[in-house]
């Protein structure tokens, strides 16, 4: 069965930085690639970075040179650095795998960045 808990989230100022985690169950997690998303309110889920199994990152521009993604095989388990945090990024954050993602979405983790 699969299962995606992420964690992290919280409310920060702006120019604030926080670092998410996702632990994931029930995939063959190091040869799968993952990705994070977001869902702000009244907007669609979109991608905010994906990372290979071997470790190859790409971002949305509107993140790019602010967050890091990166994973642990070995805890199965994807990270999300944050930093320079802006109030347009203030969402819920979901991981799951790097497109196309899973019908199943975790319960995601709420991040308020206040201006």
């Known amino acids: 069965q699969v299962q995606l808990v992420e964690s992290g989230g919280g409310l920060v100022q702006a120019g604030g930085s926080l670092r998410l985690s996702c632990a994931a169950s029930?995939?063959?997690?190091?040869?799968?690639?993952m990705a994070w998303y977001r869902q702000a309110p009244g907007k669609q889920r979109e991608l905010v970075a994906g990372?290979?199994?071997?470790?190859?990152?790409n971002y949305a521009d509107s993140v790019k040179g602010r967050f890091t993604v990166s994973r642990d095989n070995a805890k199965n388990t994807v990270y999300l650095q944050m930093n320079s945090l802006k109030p347009e990024d203030t969402a819920v954050y979901y991981c799951?795998?790097?497109?196309?993602?899973?019908?199943?979405w975790g319960k995601g983790t709420l991040v308020t960045v206040s201006s």
């Open positions: 799951n795998k790097k497109s196309p993602p899973m019908a199943y």
């Open positions: 029930g995939i063959i997690f190091s040869l799968t690639a």
């Open positions: 990372i290979t199994f071997g470790g190859s990152t």
